[in-house]
T-cell receptor, first 116, second 115 residues
């Protein structure tokens, strides 16, 4: 398996522009997570899906952020309009429960977003 | 709400020596998982070791082992025979077993390894 695949790896955009981050989870994993990492706030969970359904979006900072999971193999995180304070590394992770003692939680390589 | 605390922002160790990173957590649950993740400069989050709360035996993965003290809600990571490649940020994380799939992270410890 290729692991969790995120694109792009780096994104530089101007303030006010729309940004879309993409994630392909590991095949067979039924939960998908979006995290944001900054120096000030560390790793924050933004939203997670279970079986393509959003379960908890309490970490989404504001209405400018939205996430979708149209099918089991693809998810997007969109920021519109983007602001400089959105600059961070955004991680996608996927997981599955396959019985006690065999719980997998795998991260993608992250997207470094810079908003100028 | 569950919280994870890493009280050591930075640690350093000499190559081939042993270092212990501390982690404490707060929960009212009795069944959960605990993890240590490593984040090198490449920023990839790499799972180092996993512990299930119902298991009394401390988890071990090669040079990495944990000291899990359930009553004290403590979960420290010991790295033996430290190598230059161990230099990274280390994050402790907590996961409830049944009610949620949310992984809760500590603030991390930056480990430096000196030759």
């Amino acid at each position: 398996d290729a692991g969790v695949i995120q694109s792009p790896r780096h994104e530089v955009t101007e303030m006010g522009q729309e940004v879309t981050l993409r994630c392909k989870p590991i095949s067979g994993h039924n939960s998908l997570f979006w995290y944001r990492q900054t120096m000030m706030r560390g790793l924050e969970l933004l939203i997670y899906f279970n079986n393509n359904v959003p379960i908890d979006d309490s970490g989404m900072p504001e209405d400018r952020f939205s996430a979708k999971m149209p099918n089991a193999s693809f998810s997007t995180l969109k920021i519109q309009p983007s602001e400089p304070r959105d600059s961070a590394v955004y991680f996608c992770a996927s997981s599955t429960r396959t019985g006690r003692g065999n719980y997998g939680y795998t991260f993608g390589s992250g997207t470094r977003l810079t908003v100028v | 709400a569950q919280t994870v605390t890493q009280s050591q922002p930075e640690m350093s160790v000499q190559e081939a020596e042993t270092v212990t990173l501390s982690c404490t957590y707060d929960t009212s649950e009795s069944d959960y998982y605990l993890f240590w993740y490593k984040q090198p400069p490449s920023r990839q989050m790499i799972l180092v070791i996993r512990q299930e709360a119902y298991k009394q035996q401390n988890a071990t993965e090669n040079r990495f082992s944990v000291n899990f003290q359930k009553a004290a809600k403590s979960f420290s990571l010991k790295i033996s025979d430290s190598q230059l490649g161990d230099a990274a940020m280390y994050f402790c994380a907590y996961l409830e077993t049944y009610n949620t799939d949310k992984l809760i992270f500590g603030t991390g410890t930056r480990l430096q390894v000196f030759p």
